[in-house]
């Protein structure tokens, strides 16, 4: 959601004066004309604020950097008419929107109640967002931290400009593919806000710029511990693996994210892990003695009820915090483990969940299907990169 308000840049007085009737019908026209050039929906105007959303009309994965966009476009703008100025908040989250016979769009909820609350403390002429704006569009704009009052408790940030496409942000291979990493992180926050599984799969053929890709996603997720936590087991090998295979390098990738020894006993890791997702309630008990039992040597009788507890475990944790799964080489795994995932995420509810699926282009042959329907799942192709 954009929040704008219009200011008369006078003296004083909360009234506008007469004489900026014609500057403030252009400023109302600009607005609207930049809103719609951005795929903007204006969803409420009252006095001097007006608000819209977007990603109503198109992909919501691009609106909050066409959001910030329209924001500096509007602050260019009318700031360039006579007497006046402007201050913005770019903001995301949950919003109900109702859509009358006529056409019009309105809103409800939280999400403008927070726009406004942050509105409020913006100086003339700044553009401010919220922190989830902020952390998938920084490769494309440049923030500064709010010093001082509310905001800079809230993480909310400036946006001063956006960055020169011609100039590398984190290098050049993180700078060619940063509406790549801002369309996995909008589907991060979508599953956040939503507390729903997604999946997403990155295609490409060049293995080691795909596992580049996820590096560079997995350590941006990694810069906000407290919002989000990356699990990320260990590609398969060229003869790939199976459902063992998959659920070894699980408890070897929680053992590496949570600081617990890897070389302490399989049992040992297997109980920090239960009790830390399930408690020492009687779901922890039933977990852990399914595991414990399902351990190496015993483990290769019952891989499917290995799966199973592993699939119950990681919506025990994305429940306490919002969880990502990178699982890449997938082109190289059994169909159980393919199985596994796709059941993930169709069958799991109130968990956000987000599942990123690396593979070559050759998964899509084995499974025409992979990643249709249901609604909760894309898929995202990564073009070799020019030499």
């Not at 260019?76 to 100025?85: C, H």
């Not at 920084?138 to 400009?161: I, L, N, Q, T």
């Not at 509810?349 to 499974?367: H, I, M, N, Y």
């Amino acid at each position: 959601m954009l929040l704008v308000r219009v200011r008369a840049r006078t003296g004083g007085g909360a009234s506008v004066p007469e004489q900026l009737d014609v500057p403030l019908n252009e400023a109302a026209a600009s607005l609207a004309e930049i809103v719609e050039a951005h795929e903007g929906t204006i969803v409420g105007s009252l006095g001097y604020l007006t608000a819209a959303l977007f990603g109503l009309r198109d992909d919501w994965a691009a609106a909050p950097l066409e959001a910030v966009r329209a924001a500096f476009a509007l602050r260019d703008a009318v700031g360039g008419l006579p007497g006046l100025g402007i201050e913005a908040v770019v903001t995301m989250g949950r919003a109900l929107v109702r859509e009358d016979s006529a056409g019009a769009v309105s809103v409800v909820g939280t999400l403008l109640d927070t726009a406004q609350h942050l509105l409020s403390d913006v100086p003339p002429g700044k553009v401010h967002v919220g922190p989830e704006v902020a952390a998938c569009t920084e490769g494309w704009v440049r923030y500064r931290k709010v010093a001082r009052g509310p905001d800079a408790a809230a993480k909310v940030r400036e946006a001063c400009a956006l960055h020169p496409r011609e100039v590398p942000v984190r290098g050049g291979e993180a700078h060619a593919r940063e509406h790549e990493l801002a369309i996995v992180s909008s589907h991060l926050d979508h599953s956040r806000h939503h507390h729903a599984p997604y999946l997403v799969t990155v295609l490409g053929d060049q293995d080691q710029s795909r596992s580049r890709f996820l590096t560079e996603f997995q350590h941006r997720v990694g810069r906000l511990p407290d919002e989000a936590r990356v699990l990320r087991p260990a590609a398969p090998e060229q003869g790939g693996y199976g459902p063992l295979g998959l659920t070894d390098a699980l408890l070897d990738a929680w053992a590496a994210s949570s600081g617990a020894r890897r070389d302490a006993p399989v049992d040992e890791l297997l109980t920090e892990l239960v009790r830390g997702a399930a408690g020492t309630g009687p779901t922890g008990d039933r977990l852990l003695r399914s595991l414990l039992v399902s351990a190496p040597p015993f483990h290769a009788a019952r891989p499917r009820a290995v799966m199973d507890v592993w699939k119950e475990l990681l919506v025990l944790c994305a429940r306490q915090l919002p969880l990502v799964l990178c699982l890449d080489g997938l082109h190289l795994v059994d169909e159980a483990v393919l199985d596994w995932v796709e059941e993930l995420v169709a069958t799991v509810e109130d968990a956000p969940l987000l599942v990123v699926a690396g593979a070559r282009p050759q998964l899509l042959g084995r499974r025409p299907l992979w990643g249709v329907g249901g609604g909760r799942t894309s898929m995202l192709s990564l073009a070799p990169l020019p030499e």
